[in-house]
């Protein structure tokens, strides 16, 4: 058995970035993920004013409960969830901020969310294209209300807003049309309630009250969508077994569930309190699955599908088109140059079996699309990648990590 350690959640990172500078006090994140996104935005942070002190192993936030400073310029790089949560956390502010971002990330859709901030009465304007980067805000403090929100191009949307609800006067009542990655959200409230806010959910209504947040100390799960690649590698192998202490029964990360996956296609998994395992067992059966909450690890199925007895079917993942690439187009063309054949349509891609050879990846500069690929390249050995340094973006050493781990698979 090879037991290996996966840097922090980023998803679990960024939210508890937005928590710690909103509360009263000073936050210490323990193992935070260190990478170009986390970066990004703790450098967001810095520049609307809060303090935030990096060392290897833990960061430490002086919360702002006032809000940020009265004025500041944020280059949010290519993420997301700077992005797109730095707006909402500047919006409860007094002051004149504004937002870039890569070209990347100025292609990638932000209008539910600042729609709903125009709808608390937030002065934001599009500088360019309307609902995307870049964009400036004159804030003057929300009172909070009601809102309606479709959420199903992405989760981080509501996320977003549910953060926002306690710095508004009165709070937030959101109602959601519609949601995809759901256990995202279900991350979030889990989190609101570690720094002393509980939302109250009836359906699709979410009740968020005001009052602000209180500073901790919060330790950082390892990420779940980065130990999806790892245990698509021991799945692969016969006989092959990973074991990501930290990553148990009780995580938060809805994206863990990918391991349900590779069970129901014939690898061994053992989840216990304080790490799950996974087993290669020489078969994995196709199937047809839903990825639509665990959308992120969709191309890691992707990439291993060729090696399973039937196709393999993936569906409701068509949020996976707006992502750093269109990923489900991405998959099937590097599938394709491959040599696997692949179908696809608005939200849903079909595998069949086969013999990849390999072939140089076009990677979109898309760190998924790169590290899901490099386990195709377990099995056909010669494998590049015309951006392999994109994956600075969540994980900076996944090329030296992921080599070391095959190598003790490979003595094991």
């Known amino acids: 058995m090879t037991v290996i350690d996966i840097p922090g ?204 947040y209180r500073a901790t100390s919060y330790a950082v799960e390892p990420d779940a969508s980065t130990a999806s690649y790892f245990f698509a590698a021991a799945a692969i192998g016969p006989g092959r077994e990973i074991t990501v202490p930290g990553l148990g029964g009780g995580a938060l990360q809805g994206d863990l569930r990918f391991v349900d996956v590779l069970g129901a296609m014939g690898a061994g998994v053992r989840l216990t309190p304080d790490g799950t395992t996974v087993r290669g067992t020489g078969r994995l059966r196709g199937l047809t699955v839903s990825m639509r909450d665990i959308s992120d690890t969709m191309p890691t199925l992707a990439a291993i599908a060729p090696f399973a007895e039937g196709p393999v079917r993936i569906k409701d993942v068509g949020n996976t088109r707006v992502k750093e690439c269109d990923r489900l187009e991405a998959c099937a063309l590097n599938l394709r140059r491959l040599g696997i054949t692949v179908t696809t349509g608005p939200d849903w891609i079909e595998i069949r079996p086969g013999t990849p050879r390999a072939t140089e990846i076009a990677t979109h500069g898309d760190h998924r699309i790169v590290m899901s690929f490099a386990v195709t390249g377990l099995r056909a050995p010669g494998m590049t990648y015309d951006d392999p340094g994109c994956v600075r973006k969540t994980f900076p050493g996944f090329h030296e990590a992921f080599a070391a781990v095959v190598s003790l698979l490979d003595r094991n």
Do not use: N
Request: hydrophobic share 40%.
């Open 9 to 212: 959640s980023k998803s679990v990172t960024a939210r508890a970035l937005f928590l710690a500078a909103a509360a009263e006090g000073t936050t210490t994140l323990l193992r935070p993920l260190v990478s170009d996104d986390t970066e990004g935005f703790a450098e967001g942070l810095t520049r609307l004013g809060y303090r935030v002190e990096r060392a290897p192993d833990a960061w430490r936030i002086e919360g702002r409960p006032q809000g940020p400073a009265a004025e500041a310029d944020v280059y949010c790089r290519d993420g997301a969830t700077t992005a797109r949560f730095l707006p909402a956390l500047a919006a409860a502010g007094h002051g004149t901020y504004r937002f870039d971002a890569s070209p990347q990330m100025r292609r990638r859709p932000l209008g539910p969310l600042t729609e709903a901030l125009r709808t608390l009465g937030v002065d934001l304007r599009h500088e360019e294209t309307d609902g995307h980067h870049p964009l400036r805000i004159a804030a003057h403090g929300i009172k909070g209300g009601e809102l309606t929100l479709d959420a199903g191009q992405s989760s981080q949307y509501l996320t977003a807003l549910l953060m926002l609800g306690p710095l508004t006067d009165e709070g937030l009542r959101i109602t959601v049309t519609d949601l995809v990655s759901a256990p995202y959200v279900e991350i979030t409230l889990a989190m609101m309630r570690a720094f002393g806010v509980e939302v109250a959910r009836a359906g699709d209504t979410f009740t968020v009250p005001p009052g602000g």
